[in-house]
């Protein structure tokens, strides 16, 4: 089923919730967004953004196990692979975008 100017309102909605740091709730919006539109890009590089900002803001803050550095790590990464895909154009120019993804925001 592809809508996609519904698929829009609700990346629009994930990217106000994003803003709040409200990332499993933005990660929620993206996701719908692409069930709603298969082929919408944006809403999966953001998905993936929101993903890795909640898995990091879900680790400790202080005297990271060895396996939790490692996942800060792998996160960190994803969110500089997603910054970089964006900054590249990966992803079509659809509706206004509210988001943007800078790498300053993910370190």
């Known amino acids: 089923m592809s809508n996609p100017a ?6 629009n ?6 803003e709040n740091k409200k990332f499993s709730h933005a990660y929620q919006k993206y996701y719908r967004a692409t069930k709603l539109d298969s082929t ?4 999966s590089t953001h998905l993936v953004a929101a993903s890795a900002k909640r898995a990091l803001a879900a ?3 202080g005297n990271l196990s060895a396996s939790d550095q490692k996942q800060k790590e792998q996160n960190t990464s994803e969110l500089k692979a997603a910054i970089a895909r964006r900054a590249q154009g990966d992803t079509p120019t659809r509706g206004p975008v509210s988001m943007k993804l800078r790498e300053k925001d993910y370190t």
């Open 59 to 61: 680790l400790p803050i």
């Open 6 to 11: 519904e698929a829009t309102g609700s990346k």
């Open 13 to 18: 909605a994930g990217n106000a919730l994003f």
């Open 40 to 43: 919408y890009a944006k809403a």
